[in-house]
């Protein structure tokens, strides 16, 4: 079966709500990493989290470890935030990621 | 500034074509990645590296080759190309001190008719 499920698949929402994704993975991971990737297409990096809670600007990160889920909050939406979420696991002794399908998100004026 | 440069951006091959994907880092990082994004796949990993000389099979390996040829250089090999193999495909390296800090580059667009 899939290793990280993410939800929901897509979100559609009003400029200034805010967002929760969630994502569960199958075994352990020795990191759990949150990307977002552009409508055209490009992937960055947003947050490394293996537990516990991390901030960065709108975003929030609560990873517990031993339910193996996360969740990534963003505060105050905006328009270009739209785009697709992923979340990937990292296993022990290697750096492969194995990915989630993703949240796309469409944040409307 | 620190990158991850895919080139080409996009190349169109017919079956049976013999096609190179190329990748540079300047993060000094250790570790380098290849994937693919499929609609209904996701990001899938194909083949890996721990450094110069040193190849790991990824998740789907079958019908690619790749070669590490430096730290900063990593190649993706498609000898004979199938329309199957049509995809984005995505080079990436990371830290291996802390597995984290990965950075991608921009993409590969693969055609294969």
């Known amino acids: 079966g899939q290793q990280v499920q993410q939800s929901p698949s897509s979100l559609v929402l009003q400029e200034g709500e805010n967002a929760e994704l969630q994502c569960n993975f199958s075994s352990t991971a020795t990191q759990l990493q949150w990307f977002y990737q552009s409508p055209g297409g490009s992937l960055v990096s947003l947050l490394s989290n293996p537990s516990g809670t991390k901030h960065t600007g709108r975003l929030t990160s609560t990873t517990v470890t031993k339910e193996r889920r996360s969740s990534l909050h963003i505060s105050s939406s905006q328009t270009t935030d739209s785009g697709t979420y992923l979340c990937a696991r990292t296993g022990a002794n290697t750096g492969k990621l194995t990915f989630g399908h993703g949240t796309i998100l469409r944040v409307h004026p | 500034e620190a990158a991850v440069t895919q080139s080409p951006r996009n190349k169109v091959t017919v079956t049976g074509g013999n096609v190179t994907l190329s990748c540079r880092q300047t993060?000094?990082?250790?570790?380098m990645y290849w994937y693919r994004q499929d609609t209904g796949h996701g990001l899938r990993l194909i083949h890996y590296?721990?450094?110069?000389?040193?190849?790991q099979i990824g998740d789907v390996p079958d019908g690619y080759k790749a070669t590490r040829t430096t730290q900063e250089d990593f190649f993706l090999l498609l000898e004979l190309a199938s329309p199957s193999q049509t995809s984005l495909y995505f080079c990436a390296s990371s830290d291996m001190a802390t597995n984290s800090d990965y950075t991608f580059g921009s993409g590969t667009r693969l055609l294969v008719i």
């Open positions: 993060n000094s990082h250790n570790y």
């Open positions: 590296s721990y450094g110069a000389g040193n190849l």
